[in-house]
């Protein structure tokens, strides 16, 4: 990573109240960059986002007038577009929104890019549920083909072409999508999310509740893939003829969802664990879900430093000392520094 890259440089980050955007937008002001944001009010409460000073001017990314005069205001030089329905059972019950969000959305922001008379690089961050679904269980790489089996997978599917059309039609490649496996870390607490579901749990004294306890998923710390992303905006600010169009972002090592939850438990002093859910909702999800990521390391020089007990040792961590009532943006900071160090 090249920090003299990001120093002084004007970058906007769609999304930055969520728990991934703000781990960004944090980074990049830790880089010295001029960072500005386009998103709602953070999304639950706490928040990563307040706990770190923030204060939003919310932006509704179905409002293109919005959207644009955001954009023409801050005239980026990157952009990160991270704005989403990025949860599979809310999308699941509200289609339609999920797919004016992560569909029509990432046009809007696309479509204020290109506005400018300089047009930044942008950065569309998708999922490694982009993909068709692959009975053997091998892992995708970047030209497997897309899919979507429910309303968020199918609507981020839809968004990587929305971004290949105005990479190849409009902004002469300086367009390019990131697809990330799960991520955990410090400061997340959305619903229906893992590590946020372990420590409710934690406070009620009882068993996180599972839907899909076998479910095979490819988690890491939440530093790996926004190391990833920061990369490829470098290259494509150096040379966005050589940048890919697409890359994964995924550990080397996947386990199952009560596998995480039990490494989690132990971290927790052996509780809460985990019960199976035998009323849950029926969504369909995909079973096994592995990342080919030898293109990123082969391109850009990435690779995940933190493996996956190194990831909960770190998510554990966070939310020990934060709860303990250490300031949470020195904490994320920290961690930070610590991340940059192993570089």
């Known amino acids: 990573m090249n920090r003299d890259a990001w120093r002084g440089r004007r970058v906007l980050v769609t999304g930055h109240t969520g728990f991934k955007g703000a781990w960004l937008a944090l980074w990049l002001e830790a880089l010295g960059a001029d960072v500005a944001g ?182 890491q710390h939440v530093l790996d893939p926004l190391h990833g992303y920061l990369l490829l905006a470098e290259l494509l600010l150096d040379s966005s003829a050589e940048a890919p169009a697409a890359l994964n972002f995924g550990p080397e090592d996947s386990c199952s969802v009560a596998e995480l939850v039990d490494r989690l438990s132990d971290g927790l002093g052996g509780r809460p664990g985990w019960r199976r859910d035998e009323e849950a909702q029926i969504v369909p999800e995909t079973a096994e879900l592995r990342l080919d990521a030898s293109r990123a390391r082969a391109q850009l020089g990435w690779s995940p430093l933190l493996r996956l007990d190194a990831a909960v040792d770190w998510t554990v961590d966070w939310h020990r000392r934060q709860s303990a009532g250490e300031d949470a943006r020195p904490l994320t900071l920290a961690q930070i520094a610590a991340y940059e160090e192993r570089l």
Not at 93 to 112: K, M
Not at 173 to 196: C, E, M, Q, S, Y
């Open 38 to 219: 386009l998103s709602l009010e953070p999304p639950t409460t706490p928040s990563l986002y307040a706990l770190l000073g923030g204060e939003p001017e919310p932006v509704e990314i179905r409002d293109f007038a919005a959207v644009e005069e955001r954009v023409r205001a801050t005239e980026p030089e990157v952009v990160f577009h991270l704005a989403a329905r990025s949860l599979v059972r809310p999308a699941f019950a509200d289609p339609v929104a999920t797919y004016e969000v992560n569909v029509v959305g990432t046009a809007h922001i696309l479509e204020a890019a290109r506005s400018l008379s300089a047009p930044p690089v942008v950065v569309v961050v998708t999922s490694d549920k982009v993909y068709a679904p692959r009975p053997d269980g091998r892992p995708h790489a970047e030209d497997s083909p897309l899919g979507g089996v429910e309303p968020y997978s199918s609507s981020k599917a839809a968004a990587e072409l929305v971004a290949a059309a105005y990479r190849r039609s409009y902004l002469d490649g300086k367009v390019a999508t990131a697809r990330a496996g799960n991520v955990i870390g410090g400061g997340d607490w959305a619903v229906d999310r893992l590590v946020p579901d372990v420590l409710r749990a934690l406070d009620r004294s009882e068993p996180v509740v599972l839907r899909h306890p076998e479910a095979v998923r490819p988690w």
